[in-house]
């Protein structure tokens, strides 16, 4: 298992240990301080993955975060898909294999830990390469606090992997030098392995810790995996770099095709060879270091093509005395290959030559079409964007306030000049933030070769569309190639933003990096357009892909959606009940005996209820607490309903609706004292109703004296219901009136069991009821001490089923069940809960809108099957005819809520039905599966319609 092309010395790797890792099923070895990328070109493993459609291999085209091809996917030690192996850092142990373009989520569940932190600093540099270390040291000298954050294991930035040196030795060593002291500041803090992701206003910034250096082949669980980090920082240092970016030929997608800057990274970084035969190409000056330095390293580079008339002398001059022979003028115009280049054709560029067209046997083209700055946070932040025709890129332009931009962002790529905007920058962060500029870090001199910096902007080789299937890919993860952008245009596209959604362009995992800029040039020029009057895409956030699991960090499981349960719950567990999810509260649906089902312990609890006595948990009815000298008033532009007129010791039933005059929710409301009420919500909508009650004292009506809490842990609720709960309340109620002096939607204050309660005549059933609240420490107390009393008389609890039964009996609406936010009040019957005294309430004024006042809105009614024992499904279509006539069918409405009534002794249902109560009487019919079920209209109040039950 040795490294063929893994040089004998040099790189910033480990060489003392080797690590074992697997690839396809193939066992391989690397170094610490490999990627993935590097490890396998190490091994001589350029084919990666397979494109998306149609299914060609795949390499290694970059060592960054840029990379758009080599997309693999980890199965240990953490599973997780679509990754680039220029990114996974080696580890002992490590799976991983190639993908076809995409890849799948694993089954198992994920064992490692995410979390997240927050971070306040003065200045945050962003990269830690030239620039940002200059930066980030010139502040920290001032006394700022400074965070420094990179994308990779070390600083250092792209000299990690130029080769280049200053005068005092490799530049890498200046870098580690100001690392150093930076570490010895208190003030400072740097985020190694650290990406970030998203700029926002206020100079909040979100970054991700990649945290799986950290972990071995038998990493615990709880060593955390990603962290993302929440950077708040007042003033901000852009010092991103630039991406290499490629030239579009025939067959470029080809293994073995890598990007010039990147085979200088493999070959300094990690010691690594990208080939035996290597030919470059290049438009500009920035591949000639590459072909020099691996000539050096003993690969055979025969041949550099460079597409400018006039190559740079000295660098040219270079290339000749290592053998190289430099052809100005000529491009490559197509390659040969299966999965591995073989051969590259090159040919003169129209006009500048009449050699002929040659073949050179090779495995390695390295190619370099210019860089383009990385401008995506500063885009993200609002930063306008020029176009800068001599670097064929653009440039930002117009920083927004807090943030400034240094090095290869800018367009600058001379390591003293990138070191001195960095400084600069730096300095002018510090002052702007407060502090005094303090002694500036020495710059380093650069010896590398002069650069001429004058690039030939080319985006696209002519010619080279005789194959059958257009190669010249654009995007390769996509597999888009210049044909598709042709077609977008021969569709009348002429924005880049619509040719991006047409053709699926830059919309993969690496949004573009390097086949963005090159997008915009060919479809500039194919329109005849100027790249300076067109803006590029959108940069949007994340720059980088980031995991989900990143994001939810340890909202995960009941972290995420926590299990909610009353203080009663214990018992409900011992005594099988079965449980029913409810927001986030766990409520019992029924509670089965031996042999029953559901419908069977339904049928008994109801009869429970109607004949005899039971209970039930009602703790999760959502409870506000609302207080303030202008309580009523304020209860009053809520409801519908008058609530200032509700007097101490009563209770009113209430109806809240939205601004549209539709119902948002209904409960009642209590009143405890003059500037003291207690209302109630549906268990689902209490955190939602709230936030409603927040959002209009706060925003609407700061000037009324109002407070508002939320108590419902506070109290447990057991409301007891039916014929014999006066006398078992009697029983334990020691000194309550429990008689008709008791009347209904009143309440009293007493002591049930010796635990202090408040008692309230409220029937949501129907029948006689009283609803017991206590503090939840005494609950369960409450609940074993009810159960005693009644137990003569056969009491029986009962589940969330059981009440939808007998609340449909009587027609009470379930908000959000019998409701879907297009229905009033009036819809549900319930005008009588419109307030036409009230000068104004939320929804009053859309009470009066045409289309509020329509006859034939859909209103609630009942639905009576013709044969008893039908029940039917909910959300079951009603139409007008027995025979559903071709499509489309007018519905009329539809089932809300369907029950078997042991009360009725039949099938019913609620029903929401357009002109409902016009047609009470009618038959109309509800298909299910294949048959259509006809169905009598009834009023919504099936049981006791006098209501003589509900005072017993």
């Known amino acids: 298992m040795s490294e ?8 910033l790797i480990d060489r003392r240990r080797t690590v074992h890792f697997t690839f396809n099923g193939r066992p391989f070895t690397g170094r610490p301080g490999d990627t993935l990328a590097s490890a396998l070109l190490a091994n001589g493993v350029h084919q990666v993955a397979t494109g998306v459609r149609y299914g060609r291999p795949r390499g290694i085209m970059s060592a960054g975060a840029e ?10 030690p953490c599973a997780e898909p679509m990754l680039t192996a220029t990114t996974v850092e080696l580890t002992e142990g490590l799976v991983a294999r190639g993908l076809p373009g995409r890849g799948h989520l694993p089954d198992a569940p994920d064992p490692a830990r995410y979390d997240a932190k927050h971070l306040h600093c003065t200045v945050l540099v962003i990269g830690a390469g030239p620039a940002g270390l200059a930066a980030a040291l010139t502040a920290a000298r001032s006394g700022a606090r400074v965070v420094l954050l990179d994308e990779q294991s070390r600083v250092g930035g792209s000299l990690l992997g130029s080769g280049e040196y200053c005068e005092h030795g490799p530049a890498t060593g200046w870098a580690q030098e100001l690392l150093a002291e930076l570490r010895e500041l208190p003030e400072v803090q740097v985020l190694h392995r650290t990406t970030a992701f998203g700029a926002y206003d206020d100079g909040f910034v979100l970054a991700l810790e990649r945290r799986t250096d950290h972990l071995g082949a038998a990493a615990p669980a709880s060593v955390a995996r990603h962290r993302v980090w929440r950077i708040r920082a007042q003033q901000i240092v852009l010092a991103t770099g630039a991406h290499e970016r490629p030239v579009v030929f025939a067959g470029n997608d080809r293994p073995g095709i890598m990007l010039a800057g990147a085979a200088r990274t493999y070959l300094h970084r990690y010691g690594v060879l990208p080939g035996r035969r290597v030919v470059v190409f290049t438009t500009n000056d920035s591949a000639y270091p590459a072909a020099v330095e691996l000539a050096e390293a003993g690969v055979d580079v025969p041949l550099l093509a460079d597409t400018r008339e006039v190559p740079p002398a000295g660098l040219a001059a270079e290339c000749a005395a290592r053998g190289i022979e430099v052809r100005a003028g000529h491009a490559v115009t197509g390659t040969e290959g299966g999965g591995r280049l073989t051969d590259v054709r090159i040919a003169p560029l129209p006009g500048t030559s009449t050699a002929a067209a040659d073949t050179v046997p090779c495995d390695t083209l390295l190619v370099s079409g210019g860089w383009n700055p990385v401008a995506h946070l500063f885009s993200q932040r609002g930063g306008g964007l020029r176009y800068a025709p001599e670097l064929g890129a653009y440039l930002p332009a117009d920083p927004p306030r ?5 090095g290869a962002a800018t367009g600058e790529f001379d390591l003293t000049a990138c070191a001195r905007q960095g400084r600069e920058a730096g300095r002018a962060a510090a002052i702007a933030a407060g502090f005094a500029p303090a002694a ?3 710059l380093p001199v650069s010896d590398a070769r002069p650069a001429q910096r004058v690039p030939d902007v080319r985006w696209l080789v002519p010619g080279g569309e005789a194959e059958q299937r257009d190669t010249r890919f654009v995007d390769p993860q996509r597999d888009v190639t210049v044909s598709d952008i042709l077609r977008a245009t021969g569709a009348g596209m002429r924005s880049l933003e619509h040719v991006k959604r047409y053709t699926t362009l830059g919309t993969a995992h690496d949004q573009g990096k390097t086949s963005g800029m090159v997008a915009a040039g060919i479809l500039a020029e194919a329109l005849g357009t100027d790249l300076a009057s067109q803006r590029p895409t959108t940069f949007r956030p994340p720059y980088a892909p980031v995991p989900f699991a990143a994001l939810a960090g340890r909202d995960r499981g009941e972290l995420y959606d926590p299990v909610r349960v009353t203080a009663v719950h214990p018992w409900h ?7 029913e999810d409810v927001g986030q509260w766990k409520r019992p649906r029924y509670y089965p005996r031996a042999g029953e089902d559901m419908h069977a312990a339904v049928l008994r609890e109801c009869r429970a209820a109607r004949t005899g006595i039971a209970l039930m948990d009602a703790s999760t009815l959502g409870k506000i607490d609302v207080r303030g000298p202008d309580s009523a008033a304020f209860l009053d532009l809520l409801y519908t309903n008058m609530m200032s007129t509700l007097k101490v010791g009563r209770i009113r039933y209430g109806v809240m609706c939205g601004v549209d005059g539709m119902v948002l929710d209904d409960g009642t409301v209590t009143r405890l004292a003059e500037d003291h009420f207690l209302t109630t919500t549906t268990t689902g909508n209490a955190a939602t109703v709230l936030d409603w009650m927040e959002e209009w004292l706060q925003t609407e009506w700061p000037h009324l004296r109002v407070f508002l809490t939320s108590v419902t842990d506070h109290w447990v609720t057991v409301p007891l219901v039916g014929p014999r709960s006066r006398e078992v309340l009697a029983a334990v109620a020691d000194g309550l009136d429990t008689g008709p002096e008791f009347g209904f939607m009143t309440w ?19 029948e006689l009821a009283y609803e017991i609240n206590v503090n939840a420490w005494h609950g369960l107390a409450l609940w074993e001490a009810l159960l005693a009393a009644g137990e003569p008389h056969g009491i029986t609890p009962y589940g969330t089923e059981t009440m939808h039964v007998l609340r449909a009996e009587k027609g009470y609406p379930i908000i959000g069940q019998d409701t879907d936010g297009t229905v009033t009040p009036q819809d549900l019957g319930m005008s009588w809960a419109v307030s036409k005294k009230k000068p104004d309430f939320v929804g009053k004024r859309s009470f009066a809108r045409q289309e509020n006042l329509r006859p034939d809105r859909k209103q609630l009614v009942g639905l009576l099957p013709v044969r008893p024992e039908t029940v039917l499904p909910e959300g079951a279509q009603i139409i007008e005819t027995a025979h559903p006539p071709a499509p489309p069918v007018t519905m009329l409405g539809h089932v809300t809520s369907s029950y078997d009534s042991a009360a009725l002794g039949r099938g019913f249902a609620l029903a929401l039905l357009r002109a409902g109560r016009e047609r009470i009487g009618q038959t109309l019919y509800v298909p299910v599966g294949d048959q259509v079920v006809p169905v009598t209209v009834a009023e919504s109040v099936l049981f006791d319609k006098e209501g003589a039950r509900r005072d017993g």
């Open 573 to 579: 567990v011992a005594h099988g009940a079965e449980f």
């Open 440 to 442: 500036n870090p020495a």
């Open 402 to 406: 807090g943030m400034a931009v240094a």
């Open 748 to 766: 009293r204050d007493a002591s049930v069991a010796g635990i202090p309660a408040r008692i309230c005549r409220i029937s949501f059933s129907g």
């Open 67 to 76: 990379e758009p091809t080599a997309l693999v996917q980890v199965e240990y």
């Open 4 to 11: 063929p092309f893994r040089l004998p010395a040099g790189g």
